[in-house]
């Protein structure tokens, strides 16, 4: 008998498990609750602006190889855009510093000893300290592991923790940490080039995956949110989608890809992570000023990084939980002051959206980090998705990615 996977929720999760299992030849329904596709990864046609955005700036690492992978397989890595090597611009809004860091290529670090490529105002044997973030310390925060204070931690550590793990650093588990060290900086420079989505998030991450499933006869049903499951004593024996429900053959099985707070409504006794962390964006409709990086790191400000597109500007503020009841009005007017007074632009303020994700991801805290679960359950049947799941890195779109991968896999085991 033909098999159906069933996959709840169409975020990069669910579509990268659909992907993997519609390669193999497996009927696959794709099941989502709202009209449009790619959950926390999507754009939209945003009314102010008058144009395409992205729900928030996205950024990958060119050592995020479950990512690129995804990106390869639906025709899409070259709608990636990236500098040829790995370079990170940063301005101290405190004393209006600039540098620029270069990484080598290679995973001996040799950018350290070159003082024109390191953080300025640190020493080579400052960065000894780091490796202590390479080995993972279960249970333990940032804070207990590495100190956080000095040139070091300010001008480096804690922009790339805060941006990764979406949490003020010393808050963050040592354990994600150190799985972003090993894989960004730990790789070498090779792993750390910066890469944007040249058109957007929906034309690069998310129209390809759809128009591959298409093309494999994979269907995606929008407004469809699965409302309850049947539970056997070793296999979900049906759907309850509200207005309709889905008798599950012996042979099929369902791949739960929701955020964690919809899975742990579905499946009783789940431990998921409960608490989250806001990603603040700001977009303004102007042309970035000449000369403007790609993507500027900023310290001592409100604004976090800058990103320069055509005819947009657009910030990330991570951990944004502090500015989630500001006013919208001020929030762009202090936004955008700082924009201006490092980018050079006017002063006036341009047309703008603030864009706030409450829950963009849950809290890297080690205590949260322990309640994640892995992708297999109780039901053969039944795996779990998702970034918030087990891991081992941070809530990213390499996360996300990863997890669905590990879930089709588990699927695509259970009926070998
Ligand atoms: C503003 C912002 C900025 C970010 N920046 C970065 C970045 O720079 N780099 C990076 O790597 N990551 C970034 N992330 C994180 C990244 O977006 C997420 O890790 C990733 O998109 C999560 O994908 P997911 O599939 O796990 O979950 P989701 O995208 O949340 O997908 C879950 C889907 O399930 C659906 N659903 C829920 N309940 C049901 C139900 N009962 N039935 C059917 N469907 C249901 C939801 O509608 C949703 O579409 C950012 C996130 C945000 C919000």
């Not at 709608?79 to 290679?106: C, H, K, M, Q, Y």
């Not at 998310?206 to 093309?215: K, M, W």
């Not at 849950?362 to 309640?371: E, I, L, N, R, V």
């Amino acid at each position: 008998m033909a098999r159906t996977v069933h996959i709840i929720g169409a975020g990069l999760a669910g579509l990268s498990a659909a992907l993997d299992l519609s390669a193999r030849g497996d009927r696959v329904i794709v099941h989502e609750a709202t009209a449009f596709v790619g959950g926390r990864c999507r754009s939209y046609r945003d009314a102010a602006l008058g144009m395409i955005i992205d729900n928030g700036n996205h950024l990958l690492l060119s050592g995020n190889h479950a990512a690129l992978a995804y990106l390869r397989s639906i025709g899409a890595e070259g709608r990636l855009i990236g500098p040829p090597s790995a370079e990170f611009s940063f301005v101290d809004l405190a004393n209006r510093e600039r540098w620029t860091l270069r990484f080598n290529d290679g995973r001996l670090p040799w950018w350290i000893l070159n003082r024109s490529r390191r953080v300025p105002s640190t020493h080579a044997l400052d960065y000894v300290a780091l490796a202590r973030l390479l080995w993972p310390r279960l249970g333990k925060s940032v804070g207990e592991v590495i100190a956080c204070n000095g040139p070091l931690y300010r001008r480096l550590v804690e922009p790339l923790l805060l941006a990764a793990l979406n949490i003020d650093p010393p808050q963050g588990s040592a354990r994600l940490a150190s799985a972003v060290v090993r894989e960004t900086l730990g790789a070498g420079g090779r792993a750390c080039r910066p890469l944007v989505a040249r058109d957007g998030l929906g034309p690069t991450m998310i129209e390809p995956a759809l128009a591959a499933l298409q093309s494999r006869g994979a269907v995606v049903r929008l407004e469809h949110q699965l409302r309850a499951l049947r539970f056997g004593a070793e296999r979900i024996e049906a759907l309850d989608f509200g207005s309709d429900a889905v008798v599950l053959n012996a042979a099929d099985a369902v791949i739960l890809a929701v955020p964690p707070y919809a899975a742990a409504a579905l499946v009783d006794g789940l431990s998921v992570p409960t608490e989250f962390r806001a990603i603040v964006n700001a977009h303004f409709a102007i042309d970035p000023a000449a000369g403007q990086p790609p993507i500027l790191g900023v310290l001592n400000g409100v604004v976090q990084w800058i990103f320069a597109f055509p005819g947009r500007v657009a910030v990330t503020i991570s951990a944004g939980d502090h500015y989630i009841d500001t006013t919208r009005d001020a929030l762009a007017k202090t936004i955008w002051n700082e924009v201006a007074a490092v980018t050079g632009l006017p002063d006036a303020l341009p047309p703008w959206q603030i864009v706030r994700e409450r829950r963009a991801t849950f809290a890297a805290t080690p205590a949260q980090d322990a309640k994640r679960p892995g992708a297999a359950t109780r039901w053969r049947n039944l795996a779990l998705a998702g970034d918030w799941t087990d891991t081992g890195l941070p809530a990213t779109i390499e996360s996300a990615i990863r997890s669905g991968n590990r879930a089709a896999a588990l699927i695509a085991r259970q009926s070998a």
